[in-house]
């Protein structure tokens, strides 16, 4: 059960990666801001469903802001190296070394913010009980199948 909720975790946080950090896939900057405000306001609802102590909600309230305001900085520079990969792709004869460099600094990029975004998590269940954190990754993964209803997400069965 917990191995299939860190997965759909996961997922999400692989897809909300993929629509910030590359725009032309799913989303404008304008409508990320959006998604984003959306998500601050169902987060801040559903701490006040969930009962947490004003403290502790203002903490957590803080912890989305701080990965919030990185995640920005980090979408901003993994733009940059797609847009980088694909213009030493679209060169007449492309450069291997530059394609490497390119291709490791999306990478980075992407590994960054997934990190962004298992570290935050990790920093917002640290500030709850264990039925808070549960009822929180559910009314997390209500939000996801809300905003995005049509995930498909490849895998592979034995």
Same mark, same amino acid.
């Given at each position: 059960?917990?191995?299939? #909720?860190?997965?759909?975790?996961?997922?999400?946080?692989?897809?909300?990666? @993929?629509?910030?950090? @590359?725009?032309?896939?799913? /989303?404008?900057?304008?409508?990320?801001?959006?998604?984003?405000?959306?998500?601050?306001?169902?987060?801040?609802?559903? #701490?006040?469903?969930?009962? !947490?102590?004003?403290?502790?909600?203002?903490?957590?309230?803080?912890?989305?802001?701080?990965y919030?305001?990185?995640?920005?900085?980090?979408?901003?520079?993994?733009?940059?190296a797609?847009?980088? #990969? /694909?213009?030493?792709?679209?060169?007449?004869?492309?450069?291997?070394?530059?394609?490497?460099?390119?291709?490791?600094?999306?990478?980075?990029?992407?590994?960054?913010?997934?990190?962004?975004?298992?570290?935050?998590?990790?920093?917002?269940?640290?500030?709850m009980?264990?039925?808070? /954190?549960?009822?929180?990754?559910?009314?997390?993964?209500?939000?996801?199948?809300?905003?995005?209803?049509?995930?498909? !997400?490849?895998?592979?069965?034995?």
């Amino acid at each position: 059960m917990k191995g299939r #909720l860190v997965f759909k975790l996961g997922a999400l946080f692989t897809i909300l990666s @993929v629509l910030l950090v @590359v725009p032309a896939l799913g /989303q404008t900057a304008q409508t990320n801001e959006e998604l984003g405000k959306q998500l601050k306001d169902y987060k801040s609802q559903s #701490l006040k469903a969930l009962k !947490i102590a004003p403290d502790k909600e203002k903490a957590l309230l803080e912890v989305e802001d701080k990965y919030s305001l990185m995640r920005g900085e980090i979408a901003e520079t993994s733009k940059k190296a797609w847009d980088n #990969l /694909q213009a030493t792709l679209a060169a007449p004869t492309p450069d291997e070394a530059k394609i490497k460099e390119a291709v490791a600094a999306y990478i980075d990029g992407q590994a960054k913010l997934f990190q962004s975004f298992r570290k935050q998590l990790e920093e917002e269940l640290a500030l709850m009980t264990p039925i808070q /954190q549960g009822k929180y990754l559910v009314a997390m993964e209500k939000w996801r199948e809300k905003c995005m209803p049509k995930v498909c !997400i490849p895998v592979t069965s034995k």
